[in-house]
């Protein structure tokens, strides 16, 4: 569906890779850590403007490396096309196939901001698959399918400092799932 033209591995370190999917609508990449045989993979997304270190200070860097030394993966997906919530979504799906594909039984979700809508889509697409999804100040527009992940385990975070895209966001993607956590931290802005 992507499209693929080529595709490009290359190992930084002994525990983290990056993948290149060349097609014609952009470069995918996936910054991948741990090992690509992991059974145990998180997959995070982030926001409308794509990148790979997600929230924070750095959380989806620090969380890969700690993956990776427990034997677990991690793949921080950085887009095709930031912001177009469909190829994100597709975006994430190639990710989950690829880890699929190298022996992953499960994997959890992570996306921040706009990735919180692509994290609970793509857990739409592989409910079976799919261990939780947890979302960093997530948007709401997106996320109105969000009945389809079925029972999946949903943690959504948000700061009551955010102004950007307020904890009402998380309140009612919770709506829309129909269950989940919503934990808000009252000193946190967007980038918690």
Same mark, same amino acid.
């Given at each position: 569906?992507?499209?693929?033209? @080529? ?8 525990? !983290? ?5 060349? %097609? ?6 996936? /910054? /991948?850590?741990?090992? @690509?045989? @992991?059974? =145990? &993979? &998180? ?7 794509? +990148? ?11 969380? $890969?490396?700690?993956? *990776? ?6 793949? *921080? ?5 930031? +912001? ?6 597709? =975006?994430?799906?190639? *990710? ?6 190298? +022996? ?6 992570? $996306?921040?901001s706009f990735g919180g809508a692509v ?5 739409g697409s592989f409910p079976a698959h799919?261990? $939780?999804?947890?979302?960093?100040? %997530?948007? !709401? ?28 966001? !998380? ?5 829309? *799932? $129909?269950?989940?956590? &919503?934990?808000?931290?009252?000193? @946190?802005?967007?980038?918690?």
């Amino acid at each position: 569906m992507l499209g693929v033209l @080529a595709k490009s591995d290359g190992e930084i370190t002994e525990t !983290s890779r990056v993948v290149e999917v060349y %097609t014609m609508e952009g470069l995918l990449r996936i /910054w /991948w850590h741990g090992l @690509a045989g @992991a059974t =145990d &993979v &998180v997959l995070m997304g982030g926001g409308a403007m794509g +990148g790979v270190l997600g929230p924070g200070r750095s959380l989806y860097l620090e969380l $890969g490396k700690e993956l *990776a030394a427990q034997g677990r993966a991690a793949m *921080a997906v950085d887009y095709r096309k930031p +912001g177009d919530l469909d190829r994100c979504h597709l =975006d994430m799906c190639a *990710a989950a196939d690829l880890a699929l594909r190298n +022996g992953a039984h499960r994997f959890c979700l992570l $996306g921040h901001s706009f990735g919180g809508a692509v994290a609970i889509q793509a857990a739409g697409s592989f409910p079976a698959h799919t261990a $939780g999804v947890i979302t960093y100040s %997530t948007q !709401s527009a997106g996320c109105e399918q969000a009945g389809r992940m079925g029972n999946v385990p949903l943690l959504l975070l948000h700061g009551e400092r955010d102004s950007i895209l307020g904890p009402e966001n !998380s309140m009612m993607v919770q709506a829309l *799932a $129909g269950h989940g956590e &919503v934990r808000t931290f009252p000193d @946190a802005d967007h980038l918690l």
